[in-house]
């Protein structure tokens, strides 16, 4: 039922947006080609699906989320960018550079972000560096430096990463990561992108942070993530991605996402 109601609801969105937008009329379709930002004026909003999640060997029913734009962003200029989560502004993104070959963005706020059933919902506050190299029409070098902290959850829910669940609420998770990726751009529309994350994440006490700073650093874990998207630019008003996680040290062993962005 929630298959049919989110399809449902993208349809009359499509059907209310189909009036075509200036700002959009030289945004590429090619994703290698894409800036960090959108056009300034411009809306984007992110439907997202969870397909399976495999947990310690079991694999968990996939479900469509409610047909909400948990994620959405809004270009105030062609270099600064809010994001949404559920029309709440939560973090801005600025485009320092951006030309054919070079584009650097920082991002800093808060992530509100319901990821499935295993990881509940949770919050956190991060500072990221992206940076994409475009080295031929083909084929671009993708770098990610992100530092979250998350300082609230679900009991019975996990960071997707850690090694082990956490009971306290007091106790929060530092991560420090840095991703390198590779983007091929098979055809105009269509493009395959790999990311591996490495990440070192360590608990610590939030009202404590002075004191257990120290302390915590020698509890933290190194880990690895691999992260595969095949990416379909429809036009430069829909888009949809796929995505497939393997972690190495989490509750959720496999997960596989899809997204279906509108741009209005």
Known sequence: MNLKIFFLTLLLISLVSCSSIKELENYPIREIEKPHNLPQGVFKSDFTGVLF???QGDVAAG?????LPFNTQYSL???????????????????????????ISFSFGVHSIFKHKIHGFFTT??????YT???FPWLAF?????????????????????????????????????S???????????????????????????FMA????????????????????FIINFNNRWKLQYEWIKNEASVANFESYFWISLYW
């Open 142 to 178: 993708l770098s990610e430096v992100d530092i979250t902290s998350l300082i609230k959850q679900n009991q019975s829910s996990t960071f997707e990463g850690t090694p082990s669940k956490i009971n306290d609420e007091n106790i929060s998770i530092l991560s420090k990561r840095y």
């Open 180 to 206: 390198p990726g590779i983007l091929f751009q098979i055809t105009n529309r269509v493009a395959i992108q790999y990311k591996h994350d490495f990440e070192y994440s360590y608990k610590y006490n939030f």
């Open 133 to 135: 190299l475009r080295v």
């Open 210 to 229: 002075p004191l257990s700073y120290r302390n915590a650093e020698s509890d933290g874990k190194f880990f690895n993530r691999e992260r595969f998207s």
């Open 77 to 103: 200029s062609d270099d600064l960018m809010v994001n949404f989560f559920l029309f709440i502004p939560t973090s801005l993104t600025w485009q320092m550079i951006h030309n054919k070959i070079n584009t």
């Open 53 to 55: 999640v495999e947990s």
């Open 63 to 67: 479900y469509i989320l409610p047909p």
């Open 125 to 130: 506050p991060f500072l990221s560096l992206n």
